[in-house]
Protein backbone atom coordinates (compact mmCIF):
# COMPACT_ATOMS: atom_id res chain seq x y z
CA UNK A 1 0.00 0.00 0.00
CA UNK A 2 1.18 3.17 -0.52
CA UNK A 3 2.10 5.68 1.71
CA UNK A 4 -0.44 8.96 0.43
CA UNK A 5 -3.28 6.48 0.48
CA UNK A 6 -2.87 5.52 4.27
CA UNK A 7 -6.09 6.14 5.74
CA UNK A 8 -8.32 7.26 3.01
CA UNK A 9 -10.84 3.90 3.05
CA UNK A 10 -12.48 5.87 5.93
CA UNK A 11 -12.78 8.96 4.26
CA UNK A 12 -14.10 7.00 1.39
CA UNK A 13 -16.36 5.04 3.54
CA UNK A 14 -18.03 8.27 5.43
CA UNK A 15 -18.81 9.72 2.42
CA UNK A 16 -20.45 7.06 0.51
CA UNK A 17 -22.27 5.86 3.70
CA UNK A 18 -23.38 9.89 4.09
CA UNK A 19 -24.18 10.10 0.21
CA UNK A 20 -26.35 6.91 0.91
CA UNK A 21 -27.87 7.71 4.16
CA UNK A 22 -29.62 10.71 3.31
CA UNK A 23 -31.71 9.51 0.29
CA UNK A 24 -32.54 6.64 2.65
CA UNK A 25 -33.75 8.98 6.01
CA UNK A 26 -35.78 10.50 2.94
CA UNK A 27 -37.34 7.78 1.81
CA UNK A 28 -38.15 7.04 5.03
CA UNK A 29 -40.17 10.09 5.76
CA UNK A 30 -41.94 10.22 3.15
CA UNK A 31 -43.25 7.14 3.31
CA UNK A 32 -44.11 7.46 6.70
CA UNK A 33 -46.19 10.83 6.06
CA UNK A 34 -47.50 8.26 3.27
CA UNK A 35 -48.56 5.44 5.40
CA UNK A 36 -50.05 8.48 8.11
CA UNK A 37 -52.50 9.65 5.91
CA UNK A 38 -53.33 6.06 4.16
CA UNK A 39 -54.15 5.50 7.88
CA UNK A 40 -56.44 8.26 8.55
CA UNK A 41 -58.23 7.63 4.82
CA UNK A 42 -58.56 4.47 6.25
CA UNK A 43 -60.27 5.64 9.39
CA UNK A 44 -61.75 8.52 8.11
CA UNK A 45 -64.14 5.85 5.60
CA UNK A 46 -64.59 3.43 8.38
CA UNK A 47 -65.79 5.62 11.40
CA UNK A 48 -68.05 7.59 8.54
CA UNK A 49 -69.82 4.20 7.02
CA UNK A 50 -70.09 3.31 11.12
CA UNK A 51 -71.89 6.63 11.64
CA UNK A 52 -74.16 6.49 8.79
CA UNK A 53 -75.51 2.87 9.39
CA UNK A 54 -75.88 3.88 13.14
CA UNK A 55 -78.00 6.70 12.54
CA UNK A 56 -81.51 6.98 13.03
CA UNK A 57 -82.39 8.67 9.33
CA UNK A 58 -81.02 10.30 6.34
CA UNK A 59 -80.67 13.87 8.24
CA UNK A 60 -78.96 12.55 11.23
CA UNK A 61 -76.84 10.30 8.92
CA UNK A 62 -75.69 13.38 6.73
CA UNK A 63 -74.35 15.11 10.21
CA UNK A 64 -73.00 12.30 12.23
CA UNK A 65 -71.32 12.07 8.41
CA UNK A 66 -69.99 15.11 8.43
CA UNK A 67 -69.32 15.49 12.41
CA UNK A 68 -67.03 12.03 12.18
CA UNK A 69 -65.24 12.74 9.24
CA UNK A 70 -64.43 16.74 10.68
CA UNK A 71 -62.62 14.62 13.73
CA UNK A 72 -61.27 12.58 11.92
CA UNK A 73 -59.45 14.67 9.75
CA UNK A 74 -58.07 17.10 12.33
CA UNK A 75 -56.90 13.76 14.25
CA UNK A 76 -55.04 12.94 11.14
CA UNK A 77 -54.26 16.26 10.00
CA UNK A 78 -55.90 15.71 6.23
CA UNK A 79 -55.64 18.60 4.44
CA UNK A 80 -59.13 19.42 3.79
CA UNK A 81 -58.88 20.92 0.51
CA UNK A 82 -57.08 17.95 -0.86
CA UNK A 83 -59.73 15.12 0.41
CA UNK A 84 -62.94 14.23 -0.86
CA UNK A 85 -65.77 12.19 0.50
CA UNK A 86 -68.11 9.66 -1.51
CA UNK A 87 -70.88 8.13 -0.32
CA UNK A 88 -73.14 5.03 -2.43
CA UNK A 89 -75.56 2.59 -1.38
CA UNK A 90 -76.25 -0.64 -2.93
CA UNK A 91 -78.74 -1.41 -4.06
CA UNK A 92 -78.81 2.38 -5.58
CA UNK A 93 -82.55 3.64 -4.30
CA UNK A 94 -83.59 7.05 -4.56
CA UNK A 95 -82.32 7.94 -1.19
CA UNK A 96 -79.24 6.84 0.55
CA UNK A 97 -79.06 5.23 2.92
CA UNK A 98 -82.16 2.70 2.62
CA UNK A 99 -83.18 -0.19 4.98
CA UNK A 100 -80.98 -3.61 3.90
CA UNK A 101 -78.71 -1.27 2.07
CA UNK A 102 -74.54 -1.45 1.95
CA UNK A 103 -73.33 1.71 2.55
CA UNK A 104 -69.72 2.24 0.72
CA UNK A 105 -68.08 5.05 1.88
CA UNK A 106 -64.54 6.35 -0.13
CA UNK A 107 -62.37 8.54 1.18
CA UNK A 108 -59.45 10.01 -1.14
CA UNK A 109 -56.83 12.14 -1.01
CA UNK A 110 -53.49 13.60 -1.94
CA UNK A 111 -50.24 13.42 0.49
CA UNK A 112 -47.35 15.96 -0.76
CA UNK A 113 -44.19 14.46 -0.55
CA UNK A 114 -41.31 16.49 2.36
CA UNK A 115 -39.54 19.19 1.00
CA UNK A 116 -41.33 19.79 -2.25
CA UNK A 117 -41.78 23.40 -2.82
CA UNK A 118 -44.70 24.84 -3.55
CA UNK A 119 -42.93 27.04 -6.32
CA UNK A 120 -44.96 26.35 -10.04
CA UNK A 121 -46.99 23.71 -8.67
CA UNK A 122 -44.00 21.12 -7.94
CA UNK A 123 -45.97 20.43 -4.17
CA UNK A 124 -48.67 19.10 -6.25
CA UNK A 125 -47.03 17.41 -9.02
CA UNK A 126 -45.30 15.55 -6.37
CA UNK A 127 -47.94 14.09 -4.26
CA UNK A 128 -49.31 10.52 -3.91
CA UNK A 129 -52.97 10.22 -4.36
CA UNK A 130 -54.45 7.82 -1.06
CA UNK A 131 -57.55 6.44 -1.53
CA UNK A 132 -59.51 4.26 1.06
CA UNK A 133 -62.94 2.08 1.18
CA UNK A 134 -65.35 1.01 4.00
CA UNK A 135 -68.61 -0.80 3.62
CA UNK A 136 -71.40 -1.32 6.17
CA UNK A 137 -74.76 -3.02 6.28
CA UNK A 138 -77.53 -0.93 6.94
CA UNK A 139 -80.27 -2.51 9.08
CA UNK A 140 -83.08 -3.53 7.17
CA UNK A 141 -85.40 -2.19 10.08
CA UNK A 142 -84.21 1.21 9.82
CA UNK A 143 -86.64 3.45 9.88
CA UNK A 144 -85.30 6.24 7.34
CA UNK A 145 -87.65 8.66 8.51
Known sequence: MLREERGSASLEFLTVGLLMLVPLIYVVV???????????????????????????????????????????????????SATSLSISCVPASASCPTAGATVRVSVATRVSLPLAPPVLGLDQIASVPVEASAVQRMSRFWSGG
Open 30 to 80: ALGQIQHQALGAEAAARHVARAISLSTDEASAGFSASEVLSAVMAEYDLDA
